[in-house]
């Protein structure tokens, strides 16, 4: 039994309609193929529906054969012709989404970006635009020479009674502490003030005084060969920009302040300026710049905050909008929304929160395979901060501890003592269950202070992940000797990101056997750990067969490899099409590097975005993953999910 027709499917068959062809075809139990061109594909793999490849308006066949065929072929024709029949069952398998997009009401949005992290949310716009400081040099007369002197004073004054204010703050973290601390240090250093000094009783103003003080001694800094002190050229810039404004009578804008159910409107916002504000109020993120694994889409997602990313220069417009109201389903921006569509995103969040409710019960279920195998759904986190939302949200362990976090928020690379601290903290916190820490993943859109990068012309196919780590094992073994010394509590794996050759698996074996030795000679404790790789990169895949030969596990950070694979830049907004993890390419490479895997013998996880993805997980399951990391957002429907799929 056997008809043809012509799709109607919008989006084609990928994600959300493949996923729900192929729960209609299991309905039935006859053998169902789908046949495209000269290609047929079994009606009931969502993998091999989604390589199929049907977009709208091409034709295929429906090919049926057994008791129930004549049904099939007529449910499934029915679906392909007219998909928005019978969608009661879009709930269950559909995409992410806490809440349905607000469809009828999207052509009012004046703006629309990339929907980086799901959910709605209307609050009063707060805007993150630190100001630029454009000085054009100025010259001053000698009678106006002495009043500068004392306004530059003044101002020196001034942001170290502000940075004293700082360091009193009750509930200040230790870390952030000594990053004021040095930087008030800075601000009252002889060589700077006296620098500043010297330019205005030469005839210049306060401002570009400040600004060629602080410049000159910043470029001494970055002129030195030691990688700690490169690190002060930064801190120099940081002081001086806040003496310019102060002298400027303009503040920087501080999302201390931000009020309760803020919506936070930037251009861009650093990973390190979004994980240390208060969270809690911000209701929803707007930038001009990031896509959907962007880290500040990341961390929105972590938090369970919608955002709408890569908006390009309209964000500029949104600085003199009150109230915002904005649809991370779909990267819908609505300006000061009328009461129509107030009353649809008022009723929308409810509904949200309603949502959320019910899937709280399944935060401590352990979901099985048929066979009884545990699929853990584990937690992607990068700070200690994050562990109790990890918790909360019932994570089975964490599957990627990002640790860029902890050297970003140094002002020095962390002490070996200090990350021992941290992993042995995580250890704890989710033992018995593992926690997978990933080694330093800088470079691409992430650098810190203390490791100076080249200037490179594709800085996401330069010197990142373990290419930089190999090069640079001053960085890289006070990690190594960190993980080890933690893993004495026993539940620890390390993984490495980045990598495309086996070679770099043997050289870091090589160093943490060299780590290893020195420990014992020292004689602290410290225990091996289970060594695992990223696959993000096609070669990583190409060769995962051979990797597979030498690692304990995999986790495929889907993120990179999507943007590797398709060969779309994953920041930038105007490629963010191509960047899909549903495309049949990204698909086959994910189930090579899974059937490499599970030949193998090893654990095969996901610690992309792409984990967490209702509509992807049963197909993820079905390759052999049985691990599967992601935002603590995503945990607890991510278990029902697996059961819905495994019963
Ligand atoms: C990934 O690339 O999928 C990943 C998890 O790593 P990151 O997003 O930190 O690059
Ligand atoms: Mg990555």
């Keep these: 039994m056997e008809r043809s027709t012509i799709v109607r ?14 729960n209609l075809a299991k309905g039935f139990e006859c053998d169902v193929e789908l046949i495209k061109a000269d290609r047929s594909i079994n009606a009931k793999s969502s993998v091999k529906l989604m390589l199929l490849g049907v977009k709208e308006n091409e034709e295929v066949t429906v090919r049926a054969t057994g008791a129930d065929a004549a049904e099939a072929v007529e449910a499934l024709i029915g679906f392909l012709e007219n998909p928005l029949s019978g969608t009661s069952d879009i709930k269950s398998t559909g995409k992410p989404s806490k809440v349905a997009p607000v469809a009828t009401i999207a052509d009012k949005s004046e703006l629309r970006g990339v929907a980086a992290s799901e959910g709605l949310a209307m609050g009063p716009a707060f805007g993150f635009f630190p100001p630029v400081i454009d000085q054009k040099n ?3 007369t000698a009678d106006a020479i002495p009043a500068e002197l004392a306004r530059l004073e003044q101002a020196f004054a001034t942001v170290q009674t502000r940075m004293d204010a700082s360091l009193q703050a009750v509930g200040l973290a230790i870390s952030d502490r000594g990053i004021i601390a040095a930087l008030k240090d800075i601000a009252s250093d002889d060589d700077l003030v006296d620098g500043a000094r010297k330019f205005v009783e030469g005839g210049m103003d306060a401002v ?17 060969d030691d990688p700690y002190l490169n690190a002060r050229a930064d801190d120099m810039n940081a002081v001086g920009r806040q003496i310019c404004l102060a002298l400027l009578g303009q503040n920087d804008v501080d999302l201390d302040g931000i009020p309760q159910g803020s919506i936070l409107i930037a251009d861009d916002i650093g990973a390190w300026d979004l994980a240390r504000a208060p969270l809690k109020r911000i209701a929803g993120i707007v930038c001009g710049r990031g896509g959907a694994t962007s880290h500040v889409a990341i961390i929105a997602r972590a938090h369970g905050i919608p955002a709408v990313l890569g908006l390009g220069p309209d964000v500029q417009q949104l600085k003199t909008i ?38 709280s019960a399944f935060k401590d279920f352990i979901p099985r395979r048929a066979d009884g195998t545990i699929i853990e759904i584990a937690a992607n986190i990068g700070s200690l901060e994050e562990i109790e939302a990890a918790q909360e949200a019932g994570a089975m ?30 250890a704890t916190a989710f033992a018995p269950y593992p926690v997978i820490v990933r080694t330093l993943d800088i470079g691409g859109d992430k650098a810190i202070s203390g490791i100076e990068f080249p200037d490179e012309d594709n800085p996401f196919l330069g010197w990142r992940g373990i290419r930089m780590c190999l090069d640079r094992p001053d960085v890289f073994k ?34 943490i056997d060299e780590c290893a030795s020195e420990l014992k000679a020292e004689g602290r404790d410290y225990a091996l750990f289970d060594l695992g790789v990223m696959i993000e990169t096609p070669a990583a895949v190409l ?76 197909a993820f399951i079905r390759m052999g993953l049985t691990e599967l990391s992601m935002s603590p957002a995503s945990i607890q429907r991510a278990k029902k999910c697996v059961r819905d799929a495994c019963q």
């Design 543 to 618: 060769i995962a067969p051979m990797l597979a030969r030498e690692v304990a596990f995999f986790s495929i950070g889907t993120n990179d490899l999507t943007q590797y694979v398709m060969a779309a830049d994953r920041l930038n907004p105007t490629v963010a099409k191509l960047n899909d993890v549903t495309h049949p390419a990204v698909i086959t490479a994910i189930e090579m590097t899974a059937t490499a895997g599970v030949q193998a013998g090893i654990m095969v996880g996901m610690c992309g975005e792409a984990a967490g993805r209702p509509d992807l997980i049963p």
């Design 397 to 426: 362990g964490v599957g990627l501890f990002r640790t860029e976090l902890l050297f970003m928020r140094h002002i020095h690379l962390p002490s070996e003592d200090f990350q021992t601290e941290t992993y042995m903290a995580l």
């Design 478 to 511: 006070p990690q190594l000797r960190a993980l080890l010394r933690a893993s004495a509590k026993g539940n620890i794996k390390v993984m490495l990101p980045m990598v495309s050759s086996v070679e770099e698996v043997f050289a870091t074996r090589a160093l």
């Design 9 to 22: 499917v919008h989006e084609g068959l990928h994600a959300r309609p493949a996923t729900r062809f192929v």
């Design 138 to 140: 100025q010259t001053i």
């Design 322 to 359: 009150n109230t915002i109201a904005i649809d991370g389903n779909t990267g819908h921006v609505f300006k000061n929304p009328d009461h129509e569509i107030t009353s649809s995103f008022q009723s929308k969040i409810a509904e949200a929160a309603a949502d959320s409710q019910a899937l």
């Design 208 to 224: 570009s005084a400040v600004i060629g003080a602080t410049s000159r001694i910043a470029s001494d800094f970055a002129s030195l």
